[in-house]
């Protein structure tokens, strides 16, 4: 009679045993479903490997819209460059500077050695840069004072004339390759026109100082103060000088390049194709574009998920002991089971309509650019990459070739 009570205690735990792995592995059928769609086209892209490794590349400007990665980019680049170039500047354009956040180091207007490294600095551009720019413009003697009214006349002129005076303290810098870490996309646009903008000033207002020299000598005469107009020569002449040059750095695809970042939603990828458009107006090569924030699906075998529920529920005791009637364990496993699959099948139709949106996006950045432009997925990372460390992990992806999953029924 005992031997046979044994036995069927035995069958009961057994039976509890079993639906105990049922229970475990109906909670990974998310993985498991979304690795086994049917409907997906893996197509694989480029890395940022060619980029890094080009020693020509003096500027190496990063941009996209807000929120899409852009510091994390450009940080992951600069630290990767690093490794390969003797001196590397990250510098902020962007009023919002992360590159603090990104670091986590406090940076200023002048550059400043990051932590760990002997050959990379950052500086971040504030708005005393810009005022201090404006000064400079704005201290010459005597008829020259009339030179920075005159610029102002003209709509955004006062953000070109900042921007001059950075580029002509970047174009001074000794450092191999500076990265910048632009603002969002109408900012950077135009950053990059600043050099247009500038030289139809100049041209209208040397136009204008032809025309009226004799009124302005006269007007000069009157105020007690002596014309100079060789200075005034000077100046515009300055002015151009630095025009000219930063336009040849920027339209040498030698020497400046241009990453894009997107992420795969609407509005990423029409500023993406915005910016696109804009840099070949301008003459500014752009051959790389990364994609962020990327779902990929996640491989978990069956008989892997099978063995290690198998393994959790020889280990573990019963929490309720081990004289628990196991027609009752059995009722509340089957219970928990349900719960467990009503939540993994919410999580899974959720994250299903996420990649079925993403793959709409990729499907057109596939159509765009995989012709002439580097495209580098980055799947969406787990955790906030703040950090060294996480950093450089993020820049060991820029250059790990993947497959970019599309699914083929939502393809166009």
């Known amino acids: 009679m005992e031997a046979s009570s044994s036995s069927s205690a035995a069958a009961a735990g057994g039976e509890a045993a079993a639906a105990a792995a049922a229970a475990a592995a109906a909670a990974v059928p998310m993985s498991m479903a979304i690795a086994a769609d049917g409907d997906e086209e893996l197509m694989e892209h480029s890395t940022l490997e060619e980029l890094i490794c080009t020693p020509s590349y003096k500027w190496i400007f990063v941009g996209g819209k807000g929120g899409v990665g852009k510091t994390t980019t450009s940080c992951s680049i600069a630290?990767?460059?690093?490794?390969?170039?003797?001196?590397?500047?990250?510098?902020?354009?962007?009023?919002?500077?992360?590159?603090?956040?990104?670091?986590?180091?406090?940076?200023?207007?002048?550059?400043?050695?990051?932590?760990?490294?002997?050959?990379?600095?950052?500086?971040?551009?504030?708005?005393?840069?810009?005022?201090?720019?404006?000064?400079?413009?704005?201290?010459?003697?005597?008829?020259?004072?009339?030179?920075?009214?005159?610029?102002?006349?003209?709509?955004?002129?006062?953000?070109?004339?900042?921007?001059?005076?950075?580029?002509?303290?970047?174009?001074?810098?000794?450092?191999?390759?500076?990265?910048?870490?632009?603002?969002?996309?109408?900012?950077?646009?135009?950053?990059?026109?600043?050099?247009?903008?500038?030289?139809?000033?100049?041209?209208?207002?040397?136009?204008?100082?032809?025309?009226?020299?004799?009124?302005?000598?006269?007007?000069?005469?009157?105020?007690?103060?002596?014309?100079?107009?060789?200075?005034?020569?000077?100046?515009?002449?300055?002015?151009k000088a630095i025009t000219t040059s930063v336009r040849e750095t920027l339209q040498d695809p030698t020497q400046t390049t241009f990453v894009c970042v997107c992420i795969p939603e609407f509005l990423s990828v029409y500023e993406t194709e915005r910016l696109v458009q804009e840099l070949a107006k301008q003459g500014i090569d752009c051959s790389n574009i990364i994609v962020n924030q990327v779902l990929f699906p996640v491989d978990v075998p069956d008989d892997l998920a099978a063995a290690e529920a198998d393994d959790e529920s020889k280990d573990e005791p019963h929490p309720m002991g081990a004289d628990v009637d196991p027609s009752e364990t059995i009722a509340a496993l089957r219970r928990e089971n349900r719960t467990l699959r009503k939540k993994v099948c919410a999580l899974e139709a959720n994250l299903h309509c996420r990649r079925k949106m993403q793959s709409k996006y990729l499907c057109q950045i596939q159509d765009l650019y995989t012709e002439d432009f580097n495209v580098v997925c980055m799947p969406l990372a787990s955790e906030e990459v703040r950090g060294l460390d996480r950093l450089r992990a993020f820049s060991q992806g820029l250059l790990t070739r993947r497959d970019l999953p599309i699914v083929q029924d939502d393809k166009e």
Do not use: C
Not at 109 to 125: C, K, Q, S, V, Y
Not at 160 to 188: C, N, R, W
């Open 79 to 239: 630290v990767e460059l690093a490794k390969r170039r003797g001196s590397v500047l990250i510098l902020s354009t962007d009023p919002a500077h992360n590159l603090s956040d990104a670091f986590t180091q406090k940076f200023t207007n002048t550059p400043t050695l990051i932590d760990g490294f002997d050959n990379l600095h950052a500086m971040e551009i504030d708005s005393s840069y810009q005022e201090n720019a404006e000064f400079r413009l704005k201290t010459d003697e005597g008829w020259n004072r009339v030179l920075p009214e005159l610029l102002s006349a003209f709509p955004g002129i006062d953000e070109a004339l900042s921007f001059a005076e950075l580029m002509q303290s970047v174009q001074s810098m000794k450092y191999d390759v500076i990265v910048f870490d632009t603002a969002p996309t109408g900012h950077t646009l135009r950053l990059l026109s600043f050099p247009d903008l500038l030289e139809k000033a100049l041209q209208k207002i040397q136009a204008i100082k032809n025309k009226m020299q004799g009124a302005l000598q006269m007007l000069n005469m009157v105020a007690g103060q002596s014309f100079n107009e060789e200075d005034m020569h000077n100046r515009l002449d300055g002015l």
